[in-house]
């Protein structure tokens, strides 16, 4: 049951990468290949590989049979990212955190002003 557990999770684990997914499209390369051996006896898999790997594919009439091969699209996969890729316009900047603000006091005197407010709280006690 261990090795069962164990063969799962490395399984889930391989597949998940996208190099990895391409072994599943490995029916679509014998049915190929088959498809070329029945229309042309002398194909060996030597050759097979070399005319869809190696040489430059030109667009014929299986091209869409041929894209399907393994390994032959690469698959666009959105979940996993490089992060040691820095975009060209990379810019780091560190500003020093500000603890303290220097405050500005304004030493305006004005006679015009007057505080009613606090004049009529705090005043001294009449004598009557």
Request: charged content about 15%; hydrophobic content about 40%; cysteine-free.
């Amino acid at each position: 049951m261990k090795r069962f557990v164990i063969y799962m999770f490395v399984s889930i684990y391989l597949f998940s990468f996208a190099e990895m997914r391409q072994v599943l499209k490995f029916p679509n390369f014998i049915e190929h290949y088959l498809a070329h051996k029945i229309t042309d006896r002398s194909t060996s898999v030597f050759s097979f590989l070399k005319m869809h790997y190696l040489n430059d594919h030109p667009v014929d009439a299986d091209y869409q049979q041929d894209m399907k091969l393994p390994f032959k699209t690469h698959e666009a996969n959105t979940i996993v990212s490089n992060p040691l890729i820095i975009p060209e316009n990379f810019s780091f900047a560190l500003t020093p955190p500000r603890f303290f603000t220097v405050k500005s006091h304004i030493y305006s005197h004005s006679s015009h002003y007057a505080s009613n407010l606090l004049g009529s709280i705090f005043r001294p006690p009449i004598l009557v």
